[in-house]
Nanobody, 114 residues
Framework: QVQLVESGGGLVQPGGSLRLSCAAS????????WGWYRQASGGQRELVAR??????PNYADSVKGRFTISTDNVKNTVLQMNSLKPEDTAVYYC?????????WGQGTQVTVSS
C-alpha cells in the first residue's frame, strides 16, 4: 500500500556530506514514524536514525552529531549526513511505520571512499 523510493546516494569522500531523500506514495495516511537503516556488505541491517510524527528523533551512537533526520510528516523524510566516514559505507534503506507495520524502500548505495 505504501511505496518508498530513496534517492541521493552515491560516492563521497571522507569528511564530505550527502543528503538522502525518501518519498512515499500510495496509501500514505497513517504513517507515524520514519527512519533510515543501513546494511554494509556482509553485515546486518542496523538502525541509523528514526523520527516519530511527534518529532522525536533517535540516532545510532555511531552517527550522533553527524546525521540529522527530518520529515514533513506527510510523505517525505530526509537524512542529512555530514562528516562521513568510510565506515558509513552501506546500502541505506528508508522505512515508514504505518499502523504498527514497517514499509521499506529498495535502498540506495552510499560509498565513502578516498
Amino acid at each position: 500500500q505504501v511505496q518508498l523510493v530513496e534517492s541521493g546516494g552515491g560516492l563521497v569522500q571522507p569528511g564530505g556530506s550527502l543528503r538522502l531523500s525518501c518519498a512515499a506514495s500510495g496509501s500514505i495516511f497513517g504513517i507515524n514514524a520514519w527512519g533510515w537503516y543501513r546494511q554494509a556488505s556482509g553485515g546486518q541491517r542496523e538502525l541509523v536514525a528514526r523520527i516519530t510524527s511527534a518529532g522525536t528523533p533517535n540516532y545510532a551512537d555511531s552517527v550522533k552529531g553527524r546525521f540529522t533526520i527530518s520529515t514533513d510528516n506527510v510523505k517525505n523524510t530526509v537524512l542529512q549526513m555530514n562528516s562521513l566516514k568510510p565506515e558509513d559505507t552501506a546500502v541505506y534503506y528508508c522505512y515508514a511505520l504505518k499502523f504498527g507495520r514497517e514499509c521499506w524502500g529498495q535502498g540506495t548505495q552510499v560509498t565513502v571512499s578516498s
